[in-house]
Nanobody
Framework: HVQLVESGGGSVQAGGSLRLSCLAS????????MGWFRQAPGKEREGVAA???????RYADSVKGRFTISRDNAKNTLYLQMNSLKPEDTAMYYC??????????????????????WGQGTQVAVS
């Protein structure tokens, strides 16, 4: 059973930075691919970024060049460094994980679909 616990959200002014963390526990084969999703009020869930166990990454066009996803497998932790934040980045951010090959994982990310496991979310507000 996989558990994901996010932290690092908060309020920041436009142009600022935040780093989200996701502490994961459970069988490693269930966390081959990990990612970040977000959902703003009244909007559909959006895949933000994903990374597979080989370090291959994929980003939504809206965050390319501003956000960086990384993982530290020794610490069982996923990160999302968010720079140059914009008001439209305001949303609840969710950590996700799944035992999926990178290609299929990225397919799901691009469609905002479930990778397998979700965290409870951490709020990001940009004003």
């Amino acid at each position: 059973h996989v558990q994901l616990v996010e932290s690092g959200g908060g309020s920041v002014q436009a142009g600022g930075s935040l780093r989200l963390s996701c502490l994961a526990s459970g069988p490693t084969y269930s966390m081959y691919c990990m990612g970040w999703f977000r959902q703003a009020p009244g909007k559909e869930r959006e895949g933000v970024a994903a990374i597979d166990d080989d370090g291959v990454t994929r980003y939504a066009d809206s965050v390319k060049g501003r956000f960086t996803i990384s993982r530290d497998n020794a610490k069982n932790t996923l990160y999302l460094q968010m720079n140059s934040l914009k008001p439209e980045d305001t949303a609840m951010y969710y950590c996700a994980a799944g035992g999926l090959a990178g290609g299929y994982c990225f397919y799901l990310l691009e469609r905002g679909l479930n990778l397998g496991y979700w965290g409870q979310g951490t709020q990001v507000a940009v004003s």
